[in-house]
């Protein structure tokens, strides 16, 4: 079975400044994908971004970028010039390439100090 | 973006009674539709898989008399926890799947805001 685990239950950052949430997983499968999800206290998920176990270029979304190692397993998200709104709950989530079922982390809870 | 809207967004109810929760696509249709439970402070659990004129596909651990998965239309997917207990309070959280193509990597999740169940 896949799983995925976030080992920092709590990270805080200043404004402005860059944080690096962690992630590694434990698969079989050679297709997949990788996402992080934002859950803020109004708890709707959103999507943050998205990698494919297939591309070896790492997914930017303007202030947020992961570093996709596949051979160590490890997802981490990083968020540069944080911003008050980033306060949340981050998830790391994995599916297989066959279907849509997602498999989330415990989720790290971000908090951004003015 | 698409969007996918649950109701009621809070209920309570008494310890014996059946809640029911929607969970609506509002701007596409959804063939498929999962249904989570998140705990206070911890991660998202998948329940099951809600396919849209066939049985629900429930995951190992869910009783799925307990927890009725109903998805008669291609945009909406009802979740009914019967004879509820306290201990099936907690926050259910959909997510739909939106597809532009056949391909089985064609598509994307959209999720809704959640539900809130209290049983007391």
């Known amino acids: 079975a896949q799983t995925v685990t976030q080992s920092q239950p709590e990270m805080s950052v200043q404004e402005a400044e860059t944080v690096t949430l962690s992630c590694t997983y434990d698969t079989s499968e050679s297709d997949y994908y990788l996402f992080w999800y934002k859950q803020p206290p109004s708890r709707q998920m959103i999507l943050v971004i998205r990698?494919?176990?297939?591309?070896?270029q790492n997914a930017t979304e303007n202030r947020f970028s992961v570093n996709f190692q596949k051979a160590a397993k490890s997802f981490s998200l990083k968020i540069s010039d944080s911003q008050l709104g980033d306060a949340a709950m981050y998830f790391c989530?994995?599916?297989?390439?066959?279907?849509?079922?997602?498999?989330f982390g415990k989720g790290t809870l971000l908090t951004v100090n003015p | 973006g698409a969007v996918v809207s649950q109701h009621p967004s809070r209920v309570i109810c008494k310890s014996g009674t059946s809640v029911k929760i929607e969970c609506r696509s509002l701007d596409f249709q959804a063939t498929t539709m999962f249904w989570y439970r998140q705990f206070p402070k911890k991660s998202l659990m998948l329940m099951a898989t809600s396919n849209e004129g066939s049985k629900a596909t429930y995951e190992q651990g869910v009783e799925k008399d307990k927890f009725l998965i109903n998805h008669a239309s291609l945009t909406l997917s009802t979740l009914t926890v019967t004879s509820a207990h306290p201990e099936d309070s907690s926050f259910y959280i959909c997510?739909?799947?939106?597809?532009?193509?056949?391909?089985?990597?064609?598509?994307?999740?959209?999720f809704g805001e959640g539900s809130r169940l209290t049983v007391l």
């Open positions: 989530a994995y599916r297989r390439g066959s279907n849509y079922k997602l498999t």
């Open positions: 990698q494919e176990a297939y591309k070896q």
């Open positions: 997510s739909a799947l939106k597809r532009w193509g056949d391909s089985v990597n064609t598509g994307e999740l959209f």
